[in-house]
């Protein structure tokens, strides 16, 4: 049942939240009017392809789509793409897009993602300096990706990764610069990344650790040449790809006086600081069964969680349970699949062998599993969630052998 106050409800952000908001209160039963704006001029598209099979010319703009063009159309569902939302008015209850178009809401959900984090050094707005975040984005890194070329990439995480893994498919020759003293420092254990590294160097990619990037140079056209190190060491290169991490795109939240810290604050059902203001995705901090505090996660699976909490709450459902925080990574041959938050736990138990490309790393905080990472592991994935999910206790000789079934383990 619709609550009866909302008859209008304005999206800020047609990306992966946002489209998901809007198909979900359709799907839900919603009847009232549905705005989606998005600044950009595509229709809304899946982000994880643009450095995967998008980038490598393995899909096509159709095949990007989160839904058919036919779709919005159809379900009743007003779109406003090309133009942001440049204010926001919590007391009026209206959204202000860049043209002047004033759109009146009862309920705002804001969905606007997080934006690439600039590299702070001379050089950095060279030509053939590219950051990706969106679609343009990665149509311009594929025409600089060509064979024989030089990609020099700063910042070893995944969308790092994933670009030089995508690199080495289209003959592009490709080296990662890391400023900390391993790859994916922020967001894996130190035996997937040791993996991954070695990995990577088979097939050509250097990572370069505690690699302080303090310059990049350029010719007399100003196209960039090379990226120069805190000691001295210059990659020549014909492109850089910058991949140092993204900030939530807080600005049309902070200045409506919603509360903002390093992401907008929404509780377990998307609310903000302001009755009728949600938020999804990338630019929240929400909170997490097991892991106190709140979070900044950049995944799909959290921003379309977030989606169906907040359609429930429109729609005056029961709030549902919290998923376990999970995300993906394609490399090469690799999946890699990764659920809870590795920062949270205080040892780390390995089940079965990287050398055959397929294993499991367990994190436990005391003897709770409160992460997994799994390399071409799906069955053990599955199972991994549950034990985070229930917050089993485990006996780590037990995890750690794989001739015991891991189905065994979950109570
Ligand atoms: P977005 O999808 O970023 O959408 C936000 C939209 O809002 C954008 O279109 C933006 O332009 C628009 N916007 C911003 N401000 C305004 C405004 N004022 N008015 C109107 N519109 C506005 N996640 C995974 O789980 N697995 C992966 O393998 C993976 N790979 C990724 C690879 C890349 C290259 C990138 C960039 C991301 C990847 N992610 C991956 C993360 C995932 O794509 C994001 O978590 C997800 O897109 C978040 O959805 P969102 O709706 O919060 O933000």
Redesign the pocket.
């Known amino acids: 049942m619709t609550h009866p106050d909302v008859r209008r409800v304005v999206i ?9 908001v809007a198909a979900l209160l359709r799907q839900h039963g919603y009847d009232g009017t549905i705005t989606l ?4 001029t595509v229709w ?1 598209y ?7 099979d998008y980038l490598k010319g393995a899909m096509s703009d159709d095949d990007l789509l989160i839904k058919p063009k036919d779709f919005y159309a159809e379900q009743r569902i007003d779109i406003r793409f090309g ?4 204010v926001v008015d919590t007391s009026a209850r209206t959204v202000t ?1 860049g043209g002047g178009e004033v759109i009146g809401y009862d309920a705002l959900v804001i ?6 984090r600039q590299l702070p050094v001379d050089g950095a707005d060279l030509e053939g300096v590219h950051y ?3 679609h343009d ?2 149509l311009r890194l594929g025409n600089a990706t060509v064979p024989g070329a030089r990609l020099v990439i700063v910042g070893g995480g ?2 790092g990764l ?2 030089a893994a995508s690199a080495r498919h289209l003959g592009a020759a490709a080296v990662v610069l890391e400023r900390e003293d391993r790859a994916l420092a922020r967001v894996a254990g130190a035996d997937l990344a040791g993996f991954l590294a070695g990995y990577h160097a088979e097939r050509g990619t250097r990572i370069c650790t505690s690699a302080d990037v303090v310059r990049l140079d350029g010719d007399e056209a100003g196209k960039v040449t090379a990226v120069v190190l805190a000691d001295g060491t210059r990659h020549e290169c014909d492109a850089v790809l910058v ?1 140092v991490g ?1 900030i939530a ?1 807080t ?2 939240a902070e200045a409506a006086g919603i509360a903002c810290d390093g992401g907008v604050l929404v509780d377990e059902q998307g609310l903000t600081s302001v009755a009728g203001v949600y938020a ?5 901090r929400r909170p997490l069964d097991h892991f106190p505090g709140r979070h900044r ?7 379309v969680e977030q989606a169906k909490q907040v359609v429930g709450h429109i729609l005056g459902e029961a709030a549902r349970p919290h998923e376990v925080p ?5 490399q090469y041959d690799l999946k890699i699949k990764i659920a809870g938050l590795v920062g949270f736990a205080d040892r780390a138990v390995l089940r079965g062998d990287p050398a055959s490309g397929k294993f499991a790393v367990f994190h436990l905080s005391g003897d709770a599993v409160v992460a997994v990472e799994t390399v071409n592991s799906a069955p053990e994935f599955m199972v991994a969630k549950k034990l985070i999910a229930s917050s089993a206790h485990v006996d780590a000789a037990q995890l750690a052998d794989p001739s015991v079934s891991l189905r065994d383990l979950v109570s």
């Open positions: 800020v952000g047609a990306g992966h939240g946002g489209a998901n704006v998005g600044d950009e809304p899946q982000r994880p392809p643009l450095s995967k133009d942001g939302v440049q897009l969905a606007t993602g997080a934006a690439a990706l975040r969106n984005d990665a995944y969308v994933e670009v991949g993204a795109r600005e049309i999804v995705g990338d630019v929240t996660l950049e995944s799909i699976p959290s921003a999970w995300f993906w990574s394609d």
